[in-house]
């Protein structure tokens, strides 16, 4: 379903677009996510794809941001996430995917839409995106070797140790925490039961 020309084209772009940095990230999440796909029954090509577009928009100045998530969004998002490039993107590039590569797939758009915050109730493939955007090879912060070694074993235990880093270092850095990131750990907790 996802072609390697395909792969070969959204490489090609992201390269023009983004920061070398942030290039070799979102290639070491595209092979953190065939990973975690080919350990948990997923697809690999699609999760590849995933990973490769999830940060397509995260260099975009805030309001070229919100005209892309307008375009798949409209009016639902909370206000909360439309004012906070850190939270916008990932629904921002939804629409880099569906305009500029015709990506209909709502898995996969979900998993673009979702990494940054989670979600109350995640497919295996918006796991995996979240997971690997933690857990890329080029990533090194503290926890990091802990994340990995979780995201190896048990994927729903990695999730939650993902949420609970996330709001460890924004607790630590003094920032907003948006309020759906504890829901949705809330929510995943729960469905861990
Ligand atoms: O885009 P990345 O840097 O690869 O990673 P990301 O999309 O997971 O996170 C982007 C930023 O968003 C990161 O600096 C942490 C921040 N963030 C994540 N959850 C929240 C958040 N910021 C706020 N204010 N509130 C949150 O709940
Ligand atoms: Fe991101
Ligand atoms: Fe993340
Ligand atoms: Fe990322």
């Not at 070797?145 to 979780?150: F, S």
Request: charge should be negative.
């Amino acid at each position: 379903m996802y072609s390697e020309e395909l792969k070969t084209t959204i490489k090609e772009h992201l390269k023009e677009t983004l920061s070398p940095h942030r290039y070799q990230h979102v290639l070491g999440v595209a092979q953190a996510a065939r990973q975690l796909a080919e350990k948990y029954g997923g697809d690999a090509d699609q999760a590849e794809v995933a990973g490769l577009l999830h940060d397509a928009a995260k260099q975009m100045d805030l309001p070229a941001m919100q005209k892309l998530a307008w375009r798949s969004f409209g009016s639902t998002l909370p206000d909360t996430i439309v004012s906070i490039g850190s939270l916008l993107h990932g629904y921002a590039a939804v629409t880099i995917a569906r305009e500029q590569y015709g990506i209909d797939d709502a898995d996969l758009l979900a998993s673009l839409a979702h990494h940054t915050t989670g979600a109350e109730h995640m497919s295996l493939l918006e796991k995996i995106i979240f997971m690997a955007d933690y857990i890329e090879v080029n990533r090194d912060f503290d926890g990091v070797d802990k994340l990995r070694r979780l995201a190896a074993e048990d994927l729903d235990k990695a999730v939650l140790a993902g949420y609970d880093s996330t709001i460890f270092h924004l607790l630590e850095q003094g920032k907003t925490i948006y309020v759906g990131t504890v829901t949705n750990r809330n929510a995943h907790i729960l469905s861990m039961k």
